[in-house]
């Protein structure tokens, strides 16, 4: 599932709209973290962004995976019972 939810971490992140209006913010972050980036070169708010794009695509996972889980273990108990339902036609 960890796998799964990072694959989709991913993808989120990488299909927001970059033209997205923005909005100033302000963000407290421990001392030593802040000069480490910043002595890397780190653009802060560009990492601040891919930080919350994660954590939001993170969290609409986890809650889609939650609010689906009955269907999701039904699905599973009838492939268990029955078996695929088209798995004659598989060529593999």
Request: zero cysteines.
């Amino acid at each position: 599932m960890v796998a799964l939810l990072n694959k989709e971490i991913v993808m989120l992140t990488v299909n927001r709209p970059r033209s997205a209006a923005k909005r100033a913010t302000n963000v407290s972050l421990p001392e030593d973290l802040l000069s480490e980036a910043k002595a890397l070169q780190i653009n802060i708010s560009q990492a601040a962004e891919a930080g919350v794009a994660q954590a939001v695509a993170r969290t609409r996972s986890e809650r889609w995976l939650a609010e689906n889980q009955d269907a999701i273990e039904s699905s599973n108990t009838f492939v268990e019972k029955h078996g695929l339902p088209l798995a004659k036609y598989r060529m593999f």
